[in-house]
């Protein structure tokens, strides 16, 4: 299987990116033909040569392959971590290209702490612009205990998003740095109590090399009359299961909140368009400096079950795409995140999509007799490769068919089994062939003490019903 790509949740073979060598190359390039007197110094000329420098030749193929990895590695992720919203899925996709300056690159390798955090930012056109609009924050504090520290670099905020950047950095040697997999986080007021609900956070999980790893994490404000703290410890507790001795990590920090008090615009929109079929209204559009959020709902009556739709984006007046980064979904409809608009102010934008990802509703349940090992309903294309006991665990794999430009996974959150006892997944392994075949293994918890006839419920699945929209609307700018 040498032309297999192997994906494994919460594992990957990272590799050094070619983004990081030819942003290095070109910034170094920039300033040595122009002369070291020439170099920007301040914000608006950072921004002004941002703004106008062309391009090195090859750079859009490293971001494109950039963008590739990330989408595959945050694919296979699996469940998502949800505080107090466990009823929500949470999507990431990169979809689409992004433009990259090395002068951007060269003014936030400026920025004490935050060159690590380079390539993250320029996969996000809104980001950009939000620090080209001086919201991006200093913070320099940490934590140290183990022979390892914990450090939050700086943060990138408004009213609906807290992007933590943050690094553990080896102080002893022999000291190692855990995966961020067999972390929890938690997040606390001013007053030291934990924040329960009201968020969701998400971020990269690659295996920790070297000593210093710098990450990213993304705190998302669900509830929109919860105003952004003005200040926030963040807690990084080690589980002890990964070997090492648990331990936490904890800093606090205050935020700058006049940054971008009142940088909010919002409009309802009640457009009405349909795919495949089925009929879907784009509700409310709301504009913050690091994002847009777009709710759309799905008409009751639509006869299949919708998970989402496919392939995003948003084009303004002036030709520049916008892409989708996460989407939280409920029985209602969806609230789908785009790169933010808000500080180029469009006119008008145009939502397209390539189409439905959906299932007929009878066939998201499906029987397997852990005996025979017989699936009875579910997908026709979908079949079953067998189970497997991994400690109190068991592991059930499946094969389907996929499209490799939809990064869309197979799910399946909860199983019962004859005596009615429920037991949830926690771990997603995929394969993916060059054939077009997507084999997947689900991991579920205590899953040893299965028994019987399970009853599974599918929650996602890589079915796409081709049929491209357009919806136009006008946006609140002036």
């Not at 790509?5 to 060598?21: A, F, H, I, M, V």
């Not at 990450?215 to 009359?225: D, F, G, P, Q, S």
Request: overall charge negative; proline content about 5%.
């Amino acid at each position: 299987m040498d032309e297999e790509k192997k994906e494994t949740l919460l594992r990957s073979d990272e590799q050094s990116s070619p983004l990081e060598g030819k942003l290095a190359d070109s910034s170094a390039g920039n300033f040595e033909s122009s002369g070291e007197k020439d170099k920007p110094t301040t914000l608006a000329e950072w921004k002004q040569c941002y703004t106008e420098t062309p391009l090195p030749a090859g750079l859009d193929e490293a971001v494109r392959i950039g963008i590739e990895r990330g989408a595959r590695r945050r694919r296979t992720r699996g469940r998502s971590r949800l505080a107090a919203w466990s009823a929500a899925a949470v999507l990431v996709l990169f979809l689409g290209s992004v433009r990259v300056s090395p002068a951007f690159a060269a003014y936030i390798s400026q920025i004490p702490g935050l060159e690590s955090f380079v390539e993250w930012l320029t996969l996000d056109k809104g980001l950009q612009l939000a620090v080209d609009h001086d919201l991006v924050q200093e913070i320099g504090v940490s934590d140290t205990h183990d022979g390892v520290e914990f450090r939050v670099d700086g943060v990138i905020a408004d009213e609906a998003r807290i992007v933590i950047m943050y690094s553990f950095v080896v102080k002893t040697p022999g000291a190692k740095i855990p995966d961020q997999a067999h972390f929890r986080l938690g997040l606390y007021d001013s007053n030291g109590k934990r924040i329960e609900g009201g968020y969701a956070v998400s971020g990269g999980s690659s295996p920790a090399e070297g000593d210093t790893v710098s990450r990213v994490l993304e705190v998302e404000l669900m509830e929109e009359n919860n105003p952004a703290p003005q200040s926030l410890e963040v807690a990084m507790v080690q589980e002890a299961a990964t070997g090492i001795t648990a331990g936490e990590w904890k800093v606090g920090f205050d935020l700058d909140t006049a940054k971008f008090q009142g940088m909010r615009q919002e409009q309802e929109l009640h457009h009405t368009f349909t795919s495949a079929g089925q009929t879907f209204t784009l509700k409310r559009a709301i504009y913050y400096p690091t994002r847009m959020k777009l709710e759309i709902d799905s008409d009751p009556n639509n006869r299949l079950h919708i998970f989402g739709l496919t392939g995003l984006s948003l084009t303004d007046e002036e030709g520049r795409v916008w892409t989708t980064k996460t989407a939280t979904i409920d029985p209602d409809g969806w609230t789908v995140f785009f790169e933010s608009s808000y500080f180029t102010r469009p006119k008008r934008l145009t939502l397209s999509g390539l189409g439905v990802n959906a299932l007929p509703e009878n066939e998201r349940v499906l029987q397997l007799d852990l005996d025979s090992g017989k699936l009875t309903g579910g997908p026709a294309d979908l079949s079953f490769e067998g189970s497997r006991v991994n400690g109190n665990d068991r592991s059930f794999t499946f094969k389907m068919p996929y499209e490799s430009e939809h990064p869309i996974a197979f799910q399946m959150e909860k199983v019962t089994d004859s005596t009615e006892k429920a037991f949830e997944s926690h771990l997603f392994e995929s394969h993916q062939s060059d054939g077009g075949i997507l084999e997947q293994t689900i991991t579920f918890q205590g899953g040893k003490e299965m028994k019987g006839t399970l009853t599974f419920r599918i929650s996602g699945y890589p079915r796409v019903e081709r049929s491209p929209f357009t919806v136009e609307f006008e946006t609140p700018f002036p």
